[in-house]
């Protein structure tokens, strides 16, 4: 099992984060028309790194328990998921969700 560590990380970190942010901006920019959309084009990335590098990143600001931590990373997976999914193709949504849920779950279950 500890075989997938390595893949995995690499996996959330272009995947799940970078996917992450990705995403948020697009949802942002699709949501709404007008100079408005600028602004939530970057407001919503700057809330996906602000929840991530507080509670989910290693290196996170508040420490959380590991399960609290997990918690998090499925509502904010969920939010983008759903997000990406209403602005553009539903299977993009999808498919997002899928892989950073299973990605999440492995580092759930190979995390010290």
Do not use: C, H
Request: proline content about 5%; glycine content about 10%.
């Amino acid at each position: 099992m500890r075989a997938l560590n390595a893949p995995n990380l690499a996996i959330r970190f272009f995947v799940v984060e970078l996917g992450g942010l990705a995403a948020s901006a697009y949802w942002g920019w699709e949501f709404t028309s007008g100079p408005g959309r600028w602004y939530l084009a970057a407001a919503a990335p700057i809330a996906f790194i602000a929840v991530w590098g507080l509670f989910i990143a290693p290196k996170a600001r508040v420490q959380v328990s590991k399960p609290a931590a997990f918690a998090i990373e499925l509502a904010l997976v969920v939010l983008v998921a759903v997000g990406l999914g209403s602005a553009g193709p539903v299977w993009l949504g999808v498919s997002y969700a899928v892989v950073a849920l299973v990605s999440g779950v492995l580092n759930f279950a190979l995390k010290d």
